[in-house]
Structures are given as C-alpha cells and as structure tokens.
T-cell receptor, first 112, second 114 residues
C-alpha cells in the first residue's frame, strides 16, 4: 500500500515569510496529490491539488510542486498571514478504492 | 460548503454500546468514503461504498460496518465501542471511485466513548 511521509511536523514562520511543507510517497502509480488545511475543531478542507501530468500548480499565494521521479511533492505558501495558521495534510491515493493515505500533518504557526 | 452533510455533529457513547453515523453525499456523487481521525493524527481510511456495495476497506475490524442507500447516502455502524474509537469521523463523497477526483469532507461527527 501507499506510504506517505510528511515533514516538518511543526513549522513557525513570521508573517509575510514563506512556508514549505514536503511529502514523499511510495506508490509510483499514484497520480493525484491533494493538500488539506484543517483548522482546530473543523473538517479538513481541500486547498489545492495536482495531477501527475503537471509539475507545478499555483492558486494565488499557494503552490504545489511535484517531482514524480523522486516521488515527492511540496506545498508552498508565500506571504503568510495569521489566518494561514492550521494543520496541513498531504495525501496520495492507493488501493482498489483509490482511497487517500494521509501524511501525519504539519502544524503551521504564523507569528504576527 | 461542500454539500456533504453528516449527522450527528457530536455524540457521547459508553464503552460496549453501538453507534450509527450518517452521511449525505454531494449531489451527483455516487461514492462515499469514511475516515477516522484520531486526535493529532491524519484521517485513516475505514471503507468506501459505491453503488451500495463496499468497494474497499482499510485496516479496521469487522465491528466497523457500513451501508449505502439508493440515494447514495451512507451509514457507518460501530459495534462494541471501545475507548480508542473516540475520534472525528469524516465522510467524503466523490464522483467515481476508480478515477480519483476531489474528495470533499463533511463537517464530521465527533464521537466520544466513555
């Protein structure tokens, strides 16, 4: 099955700085890589995703890059704001049900 | 809002009891997946239902069971509750199972087992 590793587990940045979270996966057949943001007590919300036919995708201050050869993908947040503080999860699909295997999460804190 | 709704939002049960959680999928979505999220961890896949049949299962014991109805809504049943079953239970609906599409989560049901 799929194994997804996520680093770092905690990340503190100053407001306005950039934040990068990295994930590696094991199943070379994986072709879809979503990122979720989860605020305290709330559901994980899909914030950006990338499919294996592209190397980078941007949406305003958020971008995701994918390196299929190395089997890793990263979330980049630029010009961080306090409301970006949350737990971020990466995921990759596996199995016959194409269920998502999640990373262990990164607690991002943006300091004002 | 994702269009995926879950009920109830919170639930407290006693060890050994049984619980049923409900999920209504987003309009047009025929696949429902259930996940368990323990405190401080990422969601873990329990099982998926497609066309009223189980379409895949994670590493959960048989006391976790489910149903999907003709309108694509779904239930998660847990028998003989244990303290470790305390978690946020999330359901996600998607368009088709075999081709991965975006999975949007409902707001979740917070289950506490005492």
């Amino acid at each position: 099955g799929e194994n997804v590793e996520q680093h770092p587990s905690t990340l503190s940045v100053q407001e306005g700085d950039s934040a990068v979270i990295k994930c590696t996966y094991s199943d070379s057949a994986s072709n879809y890589f979503p990122w979720y943001k989860q605020e305290l007590g709330k559901r994980p919300q899909l914030i950006i995703d990338i499919r294996s036919n592209v190397g980078e995708k941007k949406d305003q201050r958020i971008a995701v890059t994918l390196n299929k050869t190395a089997k890793h993908f990263s979330l980049h947040i630029t010009e961080t704001q306090p409301e970006d503080s949350a737990v971020y999860f990466c995921a990759a699909p596996s199995g016959s049900a194409r269920q998502l295997t999640f990373g262990s999460g990164t607690q991002l804190t943006v300091l004002p | 809002e994702t269009g995926v709704t879950q009920s109830p939002t919170h639930l407290i049960k006693t060890r050994g009891q049984q619980v049923t959680l409900r999920c209504s999928s987003q309009s047009g979505h025929n696949t429902v997946s259930w996940y368990q999220q323990a405190l401080g961890q990422g969601p873990q896949f329990i099982f998926q239902y497609y066309r009223e049949e189980e379409n895949g299962r994670g590493n959960f014991p048989p006391r976790f069971s489910g149903l999907q109805f003709p309108n694509y809504s779904s239930e998660l049943n847990v028998n003989a509750l244990e303290l470790d079953d305390s978690a946020l239970y999330l359901c996600a609906s998607s368009l088709v199972p075999a081709r991965v599409t975006e999975a949007f989560f409902g707001q979740g049901t917070r289950l506490t087992v005492v």
